[in-house]
């Protein structure tokens, strides 16, 4: 730090800090300056500072609203991923898929479990253009012999938009295609949704203002249909109101603030030094 004005008869001084000039007062006494309680200000200044800092960016991050889409957080490596989970139903058991294969057709990797080919499977095109059925970056539920389902499980509280479609043009007389939409559904916590849109084998879902809490699942799933290895799906959920932050976040920002505090209050209530 450097001086920047005053001499040793002045009663005050320009202290230059890194970015910050502070006034200080200061007394001469033998020849020697004794600069009161800098040490002390520019320490209790940056404590304060990181408590703030901390506090708000804790808090922010809490209260930002957030957006999921089966398609674009698609992973051929990782299940569950973030808020999402491939799997395939037995009765009304959700059941999670642990092995993956690659697509050749697709060019990706897709989810499935048991022994091939008999089996359900959850994959995404990666070629540029329409693949049995399925458009170029969308996901294929894959129900010729099960019900694959996609899970998306609420990382935290707060109300959202819930979007979906499946189906698309009928392949199945060739083997390979979209599946009759009819066979498919869109479940909240367990619960059956109605159909809001039906278009050229196409079954839509438009719901807004779903409450949920952390935990809470939304689920898209096909029924079994032989000769139908492929159907379209588009699935998007997007929060409309800040979650809640967790209370331990909460706690953890008041907690910085108290201490900050009482370590101020401390500081002011000890003696001085005199010089």
């Known amino acids: 730090m450097d001086v920047l004005s005053g001499d040793a008869d002045d009663s005050t001084a320009n202290i230059a800090v890194p970015g910050v000039t502070i006034p200080l007062?200061?007394?001469?006494?033998?020849?020697?300056?004794?600069?009161?309680?800098?040490?002390?200000?520019?320490?209790?200044?940056?404590?304060?500072?990181?408590?703030?800092?901390?506090?708000?960016?804790?808090?922010?991050?809490?209260?930002?609203?957030?957006?999921?889409?089966?398609?674009?957080?698609?992973?051929?490596?990782?299940?569950?991923?973030?808020?999402?989970?491939?799997?395939?139903?037995?009765?009304?058991?959700?059941?999670?898929?642990?092995?993956?294969?690659?697509?050749?057709?697709?060019?990706?990797?897709g989810w499935y479990s048991g022994t091939l080919p008999n089996v359900p499977y959850i994959g995404i095109n990666d070629q540029g253009s329409t693949v049995y059925g399925i458009s170029p970056g969308q996901v294929s539920l894959g129900s010729d012999y099960g019900v694959p389902e996609a899970r998306w499980t609420a990382p935290s509280t707060g109300i959202f938009n819930v979007s979906a479609e499946v189906g698309g043009t009928l392949l199945e007389d060739i083997g390979f295609g979209n599946a009759n939409a009819d066979l498919a559904a869109l479940q909240i916590n367990g619960v059956n949704q109605g159909v809001t849109g039906v278009s050229n084998n196409v079954y839509s879902w438009s719901i807004s203002n779903v409450s949920l809490t952390a935990g809470q699942t939304v689920d898209i799933y096909i029924g079994q249909q032989v000769g139908a290895g492929n159907t379209n799906t588009v699935f998007s959920i997007n929060e409309i109101t800040p979650s809640t932050p967790e209370p331990g976040t909460v706690g953890f920002a008041v907690g910085l603030a108290v201490s900050g505090a009482e370590l101020l209050r401390r500081r002011r209530s000890s003696p001085r030094r005199r010089p």
């Open 25 to 109: 007062r200061i007394s001469a006494k033998g020849g020697y300056l004794s600069m009161v309680r800098l040490r002390l200000n520019v320490r209790r200044n940056r404590l304060l500072a990181g408590l703030s800092c901390l506090m708000l960016a804790g808090l922010s991050h809490a209260s930002r609203a957030q957006s999921w889409n089966l398609a674009t957080d698609y992973s051929g490596t990782n299940n569950p991923t973030g808020a999402w989970t491939y799997g395939y139903l037995t009765g009304s058991t959700f059941n999670v898929f642990t092995q993956t294969v690659y697509s050749a057709s697709f060019g990706s990797t």
